[in-house]
């Protein structure tokens, strides 16, 4: 069987040509790459990688934000039968170091001049990390006999003979499912980064059953790439949307995704809950400012849309006429302009994975049309293990498994998965390799679970985060967080407990929603520090917290919390690379702020 990577780029100009594969944004312009262009510069590449002393079977590390030249240079390493290991652009020096140490890559391509001197520092501590190439025309240290810019890398290529060329295609020629495609390193919220070893064949894999679950998905559907390339979400799936020869649009800044999103207008995007957790606040406020008739036509828009497209449209039945009538006229009256000002009227579906995402916000999205599809996978099992089918899902679970994917529940409700999209086991780590797959084969997720009467799978918790207050009683701290993510004066939130009386937490606040409630109230503050520890705000987010946890058990409530004045961030090892909270540092680190709520 042939690889789908390997031969995805040739295959897929030979059907499309000139047509558009995928556009980026540079000084402010959209610019198009067509199949035949792509193919072109991969091919360039391919042979540069090879001039260079590239061999099969080893390892290259890629260490960028989003942009085209990481899916050339990954492909490129396809056709040199080679392993591209995608490296988060916010990582810092040391984990950069230990990825490019494990992996022994002799060559590291990097973005811009940031993730050049992270590069150099880490080339002089690793003497097997021969070259750097950058992406970006960066200002070279003056003892740098060896980088090469990504434009200087492709010439060389340009020049390559007919010998290279032949050598690349032998290369290509002999690769096999068996062989490994990448290396995903997880973030890890504990411990040193492991790397799951992904073959061709988890891909080949990927390909078949999304194809085969995701009908409603074609050529003609336009996506756009938002989350890190280096995370196996995006990765799989900007794979997915290749393979299917969508089109994609590359978002190389975060920040620019709500004006990105407006521009592209895509029909499908995948994503992580915070994304569309910071679009119901805005939605919220919005709706809360209405008055009158406004207000009545989007609270009865909503009802109306909330029976035709849950009651009725998420099993596969035909509303009744009447409902019918009313949604259509909300349709065009409420709806569409909703999706509009978002940039998703187009929309066909939304994946999102990654973390909880609440099931009033699921539903609210539904019910404006909005086809949030939730799913849940992760790095070890090449994404996607469930998510919801076209019709029948059931909200509040995170889908069904995929086809040929098989999920059950072991031990402390452990969620076991089985099938061809799972890893072939860690990187150099034999011994977390063998305690991450039970006895008969099964792959240890560490999330906990159970499949209801539907088949769906529903998450309760991290095994590891899951931890029991001083009554004995078990907390499952990411329910609560995903709950509180809803407000939109919390930004984010690390739920506090183990070993404790009483459950507490350390929130930040939306500083800018924040202030923008001091200036209506006529708050008086100086600094961010006067504004978290005024008594009006804190009295304000408290009631807001008793809203939100009123469906918890009294035991699993926060009875105290602590507002701090600056986020928590990657760069200070709080957050993992895909946002999640870090426990243990958060504990350590504010250790005085927690010790201060059990006085």
């Given amino acids: 069987m042939a690889n789908v990577l390997t031969e995805m780029i040739s295959k897929q100009c030979l059907k499309y040509g000139k047509r558009e594969a995928f556009k980026y944004k540079e000084n402010n312009r959209w610019i198009s790459t067509s199949w035949n262009e ?44 080679a392993v591209p290991i995608s490296i988060y652009s916010t990582s810092s020096a040391d984990q950069v170091e230990y990825i490019v140490n494990d992996a022994k890559a002799e060559i590291i391509f990097v973005g811009d001049k940031k993730q050049y001197a992270i590069a150099r520092s880490v080339q002089k501590k690793l003497k097997h990390l021969r070259q750097i190439i950058t992406f970006d025309d960066v200002q070279r240290d003056a003892d740098d006999k060896t980088t090469l810019t990504f434009a200087q890398f492709t010439e060389l290529g340009k020049k390559a003979s007919q010998a290279c060329h032949d050598e690349v295609d032998a290369r290509r020629n002999r690769a096999l499912p068996d062989d490994i495609a990448t290396i995903i390193y997880t973030s890890g919220t504990t411990g040193e980064p492991k790397g799951a070893v992904l073959p061709h064949s988890c891909f080949n894999a990927v390909m078949e059953i999304h194809v085969e679950r995701l009908t409603m998905l074609s050529d003609k559907d336009t996506s756009l790439c938002f989350l890190p390339l280096s995370h196996i979400f995006e990765k799989a799936w900007t794979y997915f949307c290749m393979h299917m020869g969508m089109r994609f649009a590359i978002n190389n800044d975060p920040r620019e995704i709500q004006q990105t999103i407006k521009e592209i207008r895509p029909t499908c995007m995948c994503s992580v809950p915070r994304f569309w957790e910071k679009v119901y606040t805005a939605v919220q406020e919005k709706l809360s400012d209405m008055k009158g008739f406004k207000k009545w036509m989007a609270s009865r828009a909503l009802s109306v849309g909330h029976r035709r497209n849950i009651d009725y449209a998420r099993i596969g039945k035909k509303a009744p006429w009447y409902i019918e009538q009313q949604y259509r006229f909300f349709e065009r009256h409420v709806f569409m302009p909703l999706r509009k000002a978002i940039g998703v009227e187009n929309g066909n579906i939304f994946p999102t994975a990654g973390a909880p995402l609440s099931a009033n916000i699921v539903e609210f999205f539904q019910s404006c049309g909005i086809n949030v599809m939730i799913g849940y996978g992760l790095s070890e099992t090449t994404a996607t293990v469930t998510c919801y089918p ?103 939130v690390a739920v506090i407990g183990d070993q404790r009386k009483y459950v507490t937490a350390i929130i930040i606040p939306a500083f800018e929603a924040l202030k923008e409630y001091a200036r209506k109230k006529h708050i008086q503050y100086r600094s961010v520090e006067d504004l978290v520890k005024n008594a009006d705000i804190r009295k304000m987010i408290e009631e807001r917290i008793e809203r939100l946890q009123e469906n918890f058990a009294g035991f699993e409530q926060i009875k105290k919390f602590t507002l701090l004045p600056q986020a928590f961030t990657m760069e200070a090892g709080e957050l993992t690379n895909t946002l999640k909270i870090r426990r243990p540092i958060i504990n350590n680190r504010y250790a005085r702020e927690i010790e201060a709520m059990y006085v």
């Fill in 38 to 81: 792509l193919n072109h510069i991969t091919e360039t590449i391919a042979c540069a990688l090879e001039i260079i002393g590239l061999k099969e079977e080893d390892n290259i590390t890629v260490f960028s934000a989003n942009r085209p030249e990481i899916l050339i240079t990954d492909f490129a390493a396809y056709a040199n039968r």
């Fill in 390 to 492: 076209n019709t029948g899902y059931e909200i509040g679970t995170v889908g069904t498994p995929m086809p040929r994917v098989q999920v059950k529940i072991g031990d402390e409700n452990e969620i076991l998965v089985k099938g061809p999209t799972v890893m072939r086991g860690y990187y150099n780590k034999p011994e977390a390799t063998a305690q991450a797959f039970t006895a008969d084969g099964w792959f240890r997720t560490g999330d906990a679970g159970y499949i209801d009467e539907s088949g769906a799978l529903i998450l309760t918790e991290r095994i590891k985060d899951l931890f029991k207050t001083s009554n004995g009683k078990y907390i499952a701290p990411q329910a609560l967080e995903s709950r509180l993510g809803e407000d939109k004066y919390i930004e984010q």
